[in-house]
């Protein structure tokens, strides 16, 4: 498996936003999903919309099926979410990221080209993959203040070390992080 990286430049990830808005909702809200949540790929493929939709509502918090870890789905997600389901014909028992040739979830190939696509038409340079959405989520989770033992603990790492340099972070040479509680 090739390295890639997170999408470092906030103004980068809303140009991906625009494109894949703009392009498809199912793909926006793939985007959105990923980088907001840190899910694994595998993970984010396989939710169905029974998972994080219930009784007319978006749950707040999604657990994977067969895992005890439950992922905060924070505003932007839900509200992609809601637009997303209000915009399409699924039923409960749909994949969310149901691809168009069948009732099975996109592959990871499809989500490869999905997240590589949006990154070329928004002129991002560098090593886009699927891996890019959890390791964005990380980057951007570290530098707004969330404890490294907190993503430590989200992308089950067995070291601090494995995460920063998961998140392609080196403490060395990276500023400081912003630790604003805004009370």
Same mark, same amino acid.
């Given at each position: 498996m090739e390295f890639v990286e997170p999408i470092r430049d906030v103004e980068d990830i809303i140009k991906i936003k625009k494109w894949l808005y703009q392009h498809s909702k199912r793909d926006y809200l793939f985007f959105i999903f990923g980088i907001n949540t840190g899910l694994r790929i595998s993970d984010l493929l396989y939710v =169905? !919309?029974?998972d994080i939709h219930k009784e007319g509502t978006v749950e707040e918090f999604f657990a994977p #099926? %067969? *895992?005890d870890t439950a992922f905060y789905l924070n505003k932007i !997600? &839900? @509200?992609?979410l809601i637009d997303y389901l209000n915009n399409c014909l699924l039923d409960e028992e749909d994949y969310l990221f149901r691809s168009r =040739? /069948? /009732? +099975? #979830?996109i592959t990871r190939q +499809?989500?490869? &080209?999905?997240i590589n696509r949006a990154a070329q038409e928004a002129g991002i340079e560098g090593k886009i993959g699927t891996h *890019?959405? &959890?390791k964005t989520f990380g980057y951007h989770a570290y530098k707004k203040g969330i404890a490294l033992s907190i993503l430590q603990n989200i992308f089950? @790492?067995?070291t601090p070390s494995d995460t920063l340099n998961y998140i392609d972070i080196d403490p060395y *040479?990276? %500023?400081p992080i912003k630790v604003d509680v805004n009370l």
């Open positions: =169905k !919309v029974k #099926p %067969g *895992t !997600v &839900r @509200h992609a =040739k /069948n /009732n +099975q #979830p +499809q989500a490869y &080209r999905i *890019t959405l &959890r089950n @790492h067995s *040479t990276e %500023g």
